[in-house]
């Protein structure tokens, strides 16, 4: 099972990026995928999970900017940024579960994850 995200960059405050999570390799379609941040010096935070289905849960903290969706034709969980601030600065990871429950905390128990991509948002 691979997930690799990509689509991080340098965007200024207000500015919009959409982050990507190619997953292969899934034995079964029926997994949840969530994205997952960590600041320096923070702990890993929930940002948003979205299951096979499509049913999805986002943080209060980002709702409202930030916005989850996936095409299961294509195998690709998005994760759309709006009005980026400089406090969403992190390195972004998605990670895939099939138990949507296990989606809560720094994600510890979650069974597989990507590789980060680098957010930086300048003031």
């Known amino acids: 099972v691979q997930l690799q995200a990509s689509g991080g960059g340098l965007v200024q405050a207000g500015g919009s990026l959409r982050l990507s999570c190619a997953a292969s390799?899934?034995?079964?379609?029926?997994?949840?995928i969530g994205w997952y941040r960590q600041a320096p010096g923070k702990e890993r935070e929930l940002l948003s999970q979205?299951?096979?289905?499509?049913?999805?849960y986002t943080v209060d903290s980002v709702k409202g900017r930030f916005t989850i969706s996936r095409d299961n034709t294509k195998n690709m969980v998005y994760l759309q940024m709006n009005s980026l601030k400089p406090e969403d600065t992190a390195v972004y990871y998605c990670?895939?579960?099939?138990?949507?429950?296990?989606?809560?905390?720094?994600?510890?128990?979650?069974?597989?994850w990507g590789q980060g991509t680098q957010v930086t948002v300048s003031s």
């Open positions: 990670a895939a579960d099939a138990n949507v429950g296990r989606f809560r905390g720094n994600g510890g128990g979650l069974e597989y």
């Open positions: 390799g899934f034995i079964s379609d029926d997994y949840a």
């Open positions: 979205i299951s096979w289905g499509g049913n999805s």
